[in-house]
């Protein structure tokens, strides 16, 4: 009778020693990740930086490709696609895994720098769904690229040393909160409140009438070479400061920013870094503004990917290209679209219906439908897709489990997958459980890493 009960499984109890070992040790290279890949511009930096040292080569320096072949592709320095060419025609169709390099943060705004009462702050808008009262009071780094007028681009990175200053968002004492303790807590700290700030002393001379602002900027130009105008061609992005650190006694989680989506995109690395000689082209996608609904010219709603994939299909061919290959090799592909599950957190289980939710440590997660209120905007993959995956996940000892975004009402949420299943291929959500998404820092468990590695390996090499 025991067998015609469905049972999930931890991970801890399906593996030896051996494993344990190995599990530690993909984490240690996560956390690794992770700590150099603070923005989209530095995990793509960071992705390419350890695809070259695995023998990838510039897809756009490719007069041939042929079978074995390693590429790389960057988009706009935020984006990135990792190829190993199969030794299947493409047009039978690619294994892809995408996942997302954006994380939810606080972005500068053009026009930023203000000082009031001695303190000189930072106008910001946040980007991605961030609850704004966790990101105040708290230690915060500035990253980004600062393109000045004579086209030279500048890339600043402060908080993350232990020898640099961060910064920081003020909260209001307990002592005079009471009217911002009677509001909701979705209003309780304004969009307009999350004012970061730079720098509190003047500039040394005269009396000038904006001294703490011009002290700034003096410490700006003497470091950068900047101008307050340059702050307007640039991307400066507020993160938490600080790195990745294992929570627990038995160090069995890893807590650090970001997670969404780049556990999912360094599993997906370490993946098809490893691989060697595929049956079915394999490729890892590595995605810009999921967490704003897929936009702009680096997210999956450009043409990006198809027009690369496009490009892929004439150099493999000698320049000859057909718009027919390139539409077979997109709607024969199988992809995982690889972003993160909500774990159930056992202080809040009243948000997950508990026996088609993500448990933590029971493996990595695979979500059939996202969308809310009725699947609305869903991709909701096909039964047959999702068969053969059980088979091939079960036949080679990766442990799974089917996952849901909460409870049916309660909200929802989408990932790439919709977009991608435009091209008619197969997709299915296939990723690692999260607790606090989105927070300034977020847990994984190390087993679900480990094991969501496992199964994309898998994936690229028997799918
Ligand atoms: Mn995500
Ligand atoms: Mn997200």
């Not at 994939?309 to 690889?338: D, P, Q, V």
């Not at 088609?356 to 869903?378: C, D, E, F, P, Q």
Request: hydrophobic share 40%; proline share 3%; glycine share 8%.
């Amino acid at each position: 009778m025991e067998t015609l009960f469905y049972k999930k499984h931890y991970i801890w109890e399906k593996i030896n020693k051996e494993m344990k070992e190995e599990v530690f040790k993909v984490a240690g290279d996560y956390k690794k990740f992770i700590d150099a890949s603070k923005t989209e511009r530095l995990s793509v930096n960071e992705i390419i930086r350890q695809a070259k040292e695995a023998g990838f080569k510039n897809f756009k320096d490719q007069d041939k490709i042929k079978h074995g072949d390693k590429l790389y592709y960057i988009n706009k320095e935020k984006a990135a696609v990792l190829v190993v060419v199969g030794k299947d025609d493409i047009e039978k169709g690619m294994n892809i895994v995408g996942s997302h390099v954006d994380s939810p943060r606080i972005d500068l705004k053009q026009n930023p720098l203000y000082e009031d009462h001695g303190i000189t702050l930072l106008k910001t808008h946040y980007y991605g769904g961030i609850r704004k009262y966790q990101w105040v009071a708290i230690p915060l780094a500035l990253y980004g690229t600062v393109v000045k007028e004579n086209g030279e681009v500048i890339d600043i990175a402060i908080g993350d040393d232990e020898n640099d200053p961060v910064f920081y968002i003020t909260d209001l004492l307990p002592h005079l909160a009471k009217d911002q303790n009677d509001k909701k807590l979705s209003e309780a700290i304004e969009g307009e409140g999350l004012n970061v700030i730079i720098g509190s002393l003047p500039a040394e001379g005269k009396d000038d009438e904006k001294k703490f602002k011009l002290n700034v900027l003096k410490i700006l130009n003497e470091k950068y070479g900047m101008i307050e105008e340059d702050f307007l061609t640039a991307e400066l992005e507020i993160v938490p400061a600080g790195k990745a650190r294992d929570v627990g006694i038995d160090r069995g989680m890893i807590m650090a920013y970001g997670h969404d989506d780049r556990v999912c995109a360094y599993t997906s690395l370490r993946a098809i870094l490893e691989l060697d000689s595929p049956q079915k082209t394999a490729v890892a996608l590595f995605a810009d503004k999921e967490e704003v609904g897929s936009n702009g010219n680096t997210g999956m709603h450009s043409m990006f990917f198809n027009n690369m994939i496009a490009e892929l299909i004439a150099t493999i061919n000698n320049g000859n290209y057909s718009e027919l290959l390139l539409k077979r090799a997109l709607e024969n592909s199988h992809m995982l679209s690889s972003d993160v599950a909500a774990g159930v957190d056992p202080t809040y289980p009243q948000v997950t219906e508990i026996q088609n939710a993500a448990i933590m440590g029971k493996g990595v997660s695979l979500v059939k439908y996202t969308g809310s209120r009725g699947k609305s905007g869903a991709n909701d993959a096909n039964a047959e897709y999702i068969g053969k995956l059980r088979k091939l996940f079960n036949e080679n000892d990766v442990v799974w489990q089917t996952a849901e975004l909460g409870k049916v009402d309660q909200g929802g949420g989408g990932t790439i997958a919709y977009i991608m299943a435009n091209y008619n291929m197969d997709v299915v959500d296939l990723g690692v459980p999260v607790l606090s998404m989105h927070a300034p820092y977020e847990i994984v468990s190390k087993t679900d890493v480990y094991m969501t590695y496992k199964a994309y390996k898998t994936f690229y090499n028997n799918f």
